[in-house]
């Protein structure tokens, strides 16, 4: 994975597969890469996405942003692929973020 000049780089050990996590705490952003595992073998069922902005940067979080989300990484990956969005408002690291997870699976 890799990461713009500046940005902090950091594999996170999980039960369903080690993270890469990479973020720029003075601007507010961050990534995570997370493939999940079936009991820990073969390919990853899915890969997690969670992205972090600054909080209110992506104006209000409806169900208009989640759509048009899912449409464009749809559209980015391809039809074999299919893409799920949440939207959520997160403090961490004592700071307010909103949350963009975008999870990817093999097309059924």
Not at 63 to 88: F, H, P, T
């Amino acid at each position: 994975m890799e990461v713009p000049a500046g940005w902090d780089l950091r594999l996170v050990p999980s039960s369903l597969g080690t993270c890469a996590w990479a973020s720029d705490l003075s601007s507010g952003l961050g990534v995570l890469v997370q493939p999940r595992f079936i009991l820990g073998e073969g390919p990853p069922h899915s890969v997690a996405l969670p992205n972090m902005f600054p909080s209110g940067s992506l104006g209000a979080l409806t169900e208009d942003l989640r759509l048009s989300l899912e449409r464009q990484a749809s559209s980015d990956i391809g039809a074999n692929y299919k893409v799920s969005a949440e939207l959520s408002h997160e403090y961490m690291f004592d700071v307010d973020y909103d949350l963009v997870t975008l999870t990817i699976r093999t097309a059924d």
